[in-house]
């Protein structure tokens, strides 16, 4: 089975290529630190320091396969010179007005692996990011969600 292509800002690059060199430099130290606490303490069977080191080392290593399969599979989304500054790409920042609530929204889009709402940044693959990709300033773009549609109309792209 083919990896799926995992399309990155320059800036999301950085982000998971220093998470990954953390936590194979400063984490995995610091939990084998922990496990060798723990097993000065004798029977391991009932030590909850040593559990909970091993668990941490487990979702550490799980993190670290799952970066360096992401970082296996990047491509950096590059800036377009020649692409047309009005029109949604990855990459870009976007202005959207709810037309039912008249409520101003902005949002750059990436690609899923760098997705996160709570910085307002959407995958092109969510709901709003498959309807505003590709599109140009002044058009109304409509989102299916589970309590019926959605219409925005983008205001503005930005780099």
């Given at each position: 089975?083919?990896d799926?292509e995992?399309?990155?800002?320059?800036?999301?690059?950085?982000?998971?290529?220093?998470?990954?060199d953390?936590?194979k430099?400063?984490k995995?130290?610091e939990?084998?630190?922990?496990i060798s606490?723990?097993?000065?303490?004798?029977?391991?069977?009932?030590n909850?320091?040593?559990?909970?080191?091993?668990?941490e080392?487990a979702?550490i290593?799980?993190?670290?396969?799952?970066l360096e399969?992401l970082?296996?599979n990047?491509r950096?989304?590059?800036?377009d010179?020649?692409?047309?500054?009005t029109?949604?790409?990855l990459?870009?920042?976007?202005?959207?007005k709810?037309?039912?609530?008249?409520?101003i929204?902005e949002?750059?889009?990436?690609?899923?692996?760098?997705?996160?709402?709570?910085?307002?940044?959407?995958?092109?693959?969510?709901?709003?990011g498959?309807?505003?990709m590709g599109?140009?300033?002044?058009?109304?773009?409509?989102?299916?969600?589970?309590?019926?549609i959605?219409?925005?109309?983008?205001l503005?792209?930005?780099?």
């Amino acid at each position: 089975m083919v990896d799926k292509e995992v399309l990155l800002t320059p800036e999301g690059l950085q982000k998971l290529e220093a998470e990954l060199d953390m936590l194979k430099g400063v984490k995995r130290r610091e939990v084998a630190e922990r496990i060798s606490a723990a097993l000065e303490f004798g029977d391991i069977s009932e030590n909850s320091e040593y559990d909970d080191a091993k668990n941490e080392q487990a979702f550490i290593e799980g993190r670290i396969l799952t970066l360096e399969k992401l970082l296996r599979n990047a491509r950096l989304i590059e800036d377009d010179d020649d692409s047309d500054e009005t029109v949604v790409t990855l990459g870009k920042t976007i202005t959207l007005k709810d037309l039912e609530t008249s409520d101003i929204l902005e949002y750059r889009l990436v690609g899923s692996a760098e997705a996160d709402p709570a910085e307002f940044k959407i995958s092109n693959e969510s709901p709003v990011g498959q309807a505003i990709m590709g599109k140009s300033c002044g058009t109304i773009v409509e989102v299916e969600v589970l309590d019926g549609i959605l219409q925005y109309e983008i205001l503005k792209v930005a780099r």
